[in-house]
């Protein structure tokens, strides 16, 4: 009995700490009312606020279309090009961007906090291509010369250019064709100087896998030119017009094959200009290449604010509903399983914070129904109790036997509804994700608070109101 005691105020000093940690304003506002009154000094609880998704805090959603015409591996050029991105959004001093794969070729990107659409796509926008092309052998190159001469001539007699046969031909560069080394393996871009003419150059340091990819390309191209574009064109002003244009190309000639995976970039390049350029590819080379996005969505953090309000409201209403039903339905025994809802939804808010899990409006809805989940569970007890009753045992025996036999329908429930969770987790979109994220969280805490944590409780306090026995359930 002593040790039941113990328990109880451990549970009574943890949920304490646990909703402190959750919503340390008004602890915080009491310490420092102490600490006027008294002139002392506690310290206040740390304070850790909850990370608001899109839709709470405001912000800019978009979606862009890779393109992967060209790309054989494509999972991995997607998921290099998240990582860019995301690195990118990231040096913009964007707090907890989302940045997600959709299917095969889209890519989500959420912006919290920023309000400005146009800044936002500036911000992905200036990300560069980088791309090394090497050269085409001489019948191709003349193939493709062929295929732009036919659909000038084309033009020019006034011809409708679609009954040209592979007219797409004329998109690519005649001279250069594309190689598998791109962006996504570069590890960094460096300036460095020439130690005999002290003229600035750009070292480029590929990844393990980047430095193989270099190497067979250096290997099989000697005394070759090997052509490096950035957004598509030239890296850097060749001829010194001072602009970088279709007649500028940097195409260093391959004298022997590279290993370790370092690149040097020269030409007439000024220290100010190989700091951009350097600072460029290190802020995200595009491993494929992305244009305008296909949607976008803006949420101005007003719409967010009240959005957050009306949650919490409904959420707050929809508990002190409960409260009503339980005290209502089950008189005693429902004040001991409101008890435990307040356990619940203390622990699943500090995991929330604890683990920086983004909360957005879907989220908060998988916590409601997951609140309900957990009040079905208490329910499924006090009725198997209640019929445990009418057969004549003691309300300590009805209370065991009641769970057991509770037990196995509270876990098919709750089994079946974390599958469901599951498979909305790693198959929906990023709205999905919330809500199904917080459905399981909410569906495992439930569980065993109404196993556990109901069943302690009512066990506790039906030894010491025994007078009450009759309000119990």
Same mark, same amino acid.
């Given at each position: ?6 328990? =109880? ?11 402190? =940690? ?62 860019? $991105? ?5 040096? *913009? ?88 080394? &791109? ?18 150059? $750009? ?13 067979? %390309? ?40 590279? &290993? ?5 970039? &020269? ?5 100010? @200009? ?26 101005? #953090?007003?719409?967010?604010? !009240?959005?957050?309000? +009306? ?7 929809? =508990? ?6 339980? /005290? ?12 435990? /809802? ?5 622990? @699943?808010?500090?995991? $929330?914070?604890?683990?920086? @899990? ?14 309900? /989940?957990? !009040? ?8 198997? +109790? ?12 009805? $209370? ?7 037990? #196995?329908? %509270? ?6 509804? @974390? ?5 909305? *987790? ?48």
């Amino acid at each position: 009995m002593q040790q039941k005691h113990y328990i =109880f105020i451990g549970i009574i000093i943890f949920t304490f700490l646990l909703g402190t =940690f959750a919503y340390p304003v008004y602890f915080n506002k009491i310490v420092d009312f102490l600490n006027s009154k008294t002139g002392g000094a506690f310290p206040h609880f740390p304070e850790k606020s909850f990370i608001l998704g899109l839709d709470l805090q405001g912000g800019v959603s978009l979606v862009y279309e890779a393109d992967l015409s060209t790309v054989e591996d494509k999972i991995g050029a997607m998921s290099g090009l998240r990582d860019v $991105i995301e690195r990118r959004i990231n040096m *913009f001093g964007v707090s907890e961007p989302v940045v997600q794969i959709q299917g095969e070729n889209r890519l989500l990107v959420e912006m919290p906090g920023v309000t400005d659409v146009n800044q936002a796509i500036s911000m992905i926008g200036q990300t560069p291509y980088l791309e090394f092309n090497e050269q085409r052998d001489e019948e191709e190159t003349k193939q493709i010369l062929e295929k732009i001469s036919e659909v000038q001539q084309a033009q020019e007699k006034g011809q409708d250019i679609s009954t040209v046969q592979n007219r797409e031909t004329i998109l690519q560069n005649p001279y250069f064709k594309p190689t598998k080394l &791109t962006g996504q393996y570069l590890k960094k871009a460096n300036v460095v100087f020439d130690n005999t003419t002290f003229k600035p150059q $750009i070292e480029l340091q590929f990844n393990d896998e980047g430095a193989k990819i270099f190497e067979e %390309i250096t290997a099989r191209n000697i005394n070759k030119q090997l052509a490096i574009f950035l957004d598509g064109s030239s890296i850097i002003d060749t001829n010194s017009d001072g602009k970088i244009d279709a007649n500028d190309l940097y195409a260093p000639v391959v004298r022997e094959k590279i &290993t370790g995976g370092k690149a040097v970039i &020269t030409g007439d390049i000024n220290t100010q @200009i190989a700091n951009i350029i350097a600072s460029r590819l290190n802020s995200g080379a595009l491993p494929v290449k992305i244009g305008e996005p296909i949607s976008q969505k803006t949420v101005g #953090p007003t719409l967010g604010e !009240v959005s957050l309000k +009306m949650s919490l409201i409904a959420a707050i209403l929809g =508990f002190l509903a409960l409260l009503v039903y339980f /005290m209502i339905f089950y008189r005693l025994s429902g004040i001991i399983a409101s008890l435990s /809802m307040i356990f619940y939804i203390a622990v @699943i808010l500090s995991i $929330i914070k604890i683990f920086s @899990i983004t909360l957005t409006l879907s989220g908060i809805a998988g916590i409601l129904l997951s609140m309900g /989940m957990a !009040v079905d569970a208490n329910i499924l007890i006090f009725s198997r +109790m209640r019929e445990e009753l009418k057969t004549g045992k003691s309300f300590s025996q009805s $209370i065991s036997d009641g769970t057991k036999r509770a037990w #196995p329908s %509270i876990r098919d429930g709750n089994v079946t509804t @974390i599958l469901v969770g599951l498979v909305l *987790f790693f198959l929906g979109t990023s709205f999905v994700k919330g809500f199904a994220l917080t459905l399981i969280l909410g569906n495992v805490i439930g569980a065993l608070t109404a196993i556990l944590l109901t069943n302690f409780l009512l066990s506790y306090f039906s030894t010491r109101i025994k007078k009450l026995n009759k309000l119990w359930i």
